[in-house]
T-cell receptor, first 115, second 111 residues
Framework: AQSVTQLDSQVPVFEEAPVELRCNYS??????LFWYVQYPNQGLQLLLK??????LVESINGFEAEFNKSQTSFHLRKPSVHISDTAEYFC?????????????FGTGTQLKVEL | NAGVTQTPKFRVLKTGQSMTLLCAQD?????MYWYRQDPGMGLRLIHY???????AKGEVPDGYNVSRLKKQNFLLGLESAAPSQTSVYFC??????????FGEGSRLTVL
């Protein structure tokens, strides 16, 4: 069963416009949540994470995500995107079911920023 | 500061051939992982290791074997390559929970 759902496979947006990349997870147990970014021909890099505490987490390059337990969501947002944000973004979750702390990734959302 | 290094970066195989992908990390991490990435499917875990001398199966282990003889190295082997194994393979090592450091990937084509 898919535990992480990224509904949008591609999101085109104009430079300086806001963007939201959606992520929903399915779990009845506690979770840790992550967003990873993959630039062309590179490996994934951790963008931001939610482990505990404040439900709003931020990255160093202006992205933020909010953990919403009631809606089981962890959407990624940026108020004004730049050309350099063009990349594929992956939501990921760790579910604490006693089976270790392996990440499960979503299928990814390709963000394309246009002039 | 190398981080996670994968070799080779590209390889073309014929069906039935064997090969080994090497992953090396210089961060002294205990946990290491092998994923495959296919269009529209995200990353799927093949095998992982929680320390030197230990390995375990992930989500899609069939057709692959792994070894972790040294803490810094994690090898992924294909004994008899099939076209379905055409993919981009990523190795990662883990710092804190969920905090993975990825290599740049190895692109494998099986004809």
């Amino acid at each position: 069963a898919q535990s992480v759902t990224q509904l949008d496979s591609q999101v085109p947006v104009f430079e300086e416009a806001p963007v939201e990349l959606r992520c929903n997870y399915s779990s009845s147990v506690s979770v840790y949540l992550f967003w990873y970014v993959q630039y062309p021909n590179q490996g994934l890099q951790l963008l931001l994470k939610y482990l505990s505490g404040s439900t709003l987490v931020e990255s160093i390059n202006g992205f933020e995500a909010e953990f919403n337990k009631s809606q089981t969501s962890f959407h990624l947002r940026k108020p004004s995107v730049h050309i350099s944000d063009t990349a594929e973004y992956f939501c990921a979750v760790i579910r604490f079911t006693g089976g270790g702390n392996k990440l499960t990734f979503g299928t990814g959302t390709q963000l394309k920023v246009e002039l | 500061n190398a981080g996670v290094t994968q070799t080779p970066k590209f390889r073309v195989l014929k069906t039935g051939q064997s090969m080994t992908l090497l992953c090396a990390q210089d961060m002294n991490h205990e946990y290491m992982y092998w994923y495959r990435q296919d269009p529209g499917m995200g990353l799927r875990l093949i095998h992982y290791s929680v320390g030197e001398g230990t390995t375990a199966k992930g989500e899609v282990p069939d057709g692959y074997n792994v070894s972790r003889l040294k803490k810094q190295n994690f090898l992924l082997g294909l004994e008899s390559a099939a076209p379905s194994q055409t993919s981009v393979y990523f190795c990662a090592s883990q710092d804190g929970p969920g905090e993975l450091f990825f290599g740049e990937g190895s692109r494998l084509t099986v004809l």
